[in-house]
Nanobody, 117 residues
């Protein structure tokens, strides 16, 4: 059974930093392409960033230069370092592992990030 467990969310002032963690069991991150999504109130869930098997990364334009995704294969954990946070980064952040077109992706339970102005 696959489990993705996020942690590290919280309340931070604008300009501050947070680091989210996603620990996996039942699946190996190093042979997948995990990523982070977020969903703000009243908005659709959007892709924030992802990291490929080979370690290449991609970022939403809104977070480029501020957020960094990384992976610790030994701990089977993916991280999202978020710097220079803005109020518009406020959302529930979800860890994701994509699957094939006919299978549902794996998702974590989400962790709330709130950035105050």
């Amino acid at each position: 059974q696959v489990q993705l467990v996020e942690s590290g969310g919280g309340l931070v002032q604008a300009g501050g930093s947070l680091r989210l963690s996603c620990a996996a069991s039942g699946i190996i991150f190093s042979i997948n392409a995990p990523g982070w999504y977020r969903q703000a109130p009243g908005k659709q869930r959007e892709l924030v960033t992802a990291i490929s098997r080979g370690g290449s990364t991609n970022y939403a334009d809104s977070v480029k230069g501020r957020f960094t995704i990384s992976r610790d294969n030994a701990k089977n954990t993916v991280y999202l370092q978020m710097n220079s946070l803005k109020p518009e980064d406020t959302a529930v952040y979800y860890c994701n592992v994509p699957r094939s077109a006919w299978q549902e992706d794996y998702w974590g339970q989400g962790t709330q990030v709130t950035v105050s102005s």
